[in-house]
């Protein structure tokens, strides 16, 4: 099972710009479907982002155009760049590895958005 660790997390003022990091290990990362997750205070876990094992994306509508996944193969990383935060983007981030219904999760980065 794959190792999941995330970095990049912080404050950031409304409109400004993150860039999360997954660092993966332990498996063959290619064979892994990859996302983001959320989850703020109150609320349930909500999916972010997701990149398949082919490398098909999708978004959740509340992030898109705003927000974009991609990953490195070489580097085992997949990464979420974040544009134009709005405080309603404030939670704590997980990034999860998903393979044969086997899924791995990260511990979480935190990321608050607040002037």
């Known amino acids: 099972q794959v190792q999941l660790v995330e970095s990049g997390g912080g404050l950031v003022q409304p409109g400004g710009s993150l860039r999360l990091s997954c660092a993966a290990s332990?498996?063959?990362?290619?064979?892994?479907?990859m996302a983001w997750y959320r989850q703020a205070p109150g609320n349930e876990r909500e999916l972010v982002a997701r990149?398949?094992?082919?490398?098909?994306?999708n978004y959740a509508d509340s992030v898109k155009g705003r927000f974009t996944i991609s990953r490195d193969i070489a580097k085992n990383t997949v990464y979420l760049q974040m544009n134009s935060l709005k405080p309603e983007d404030t939670a704590v981030y997980y990034c999860?590895?998903?393979?044969?219904?086997?899924?791995?999760w990260g511990q979480g980065t935190q990321v608050t958005v607040s002037p």
């Open positions: 999860n590895g998903a393979f044969q219904g086997l899924n791995s």
């Open positions: 332990g498996t063959r990362f290619s064979i892994y479907a």
């Open positions: 990149i398949s094992r082919l490398g098909s994306i």
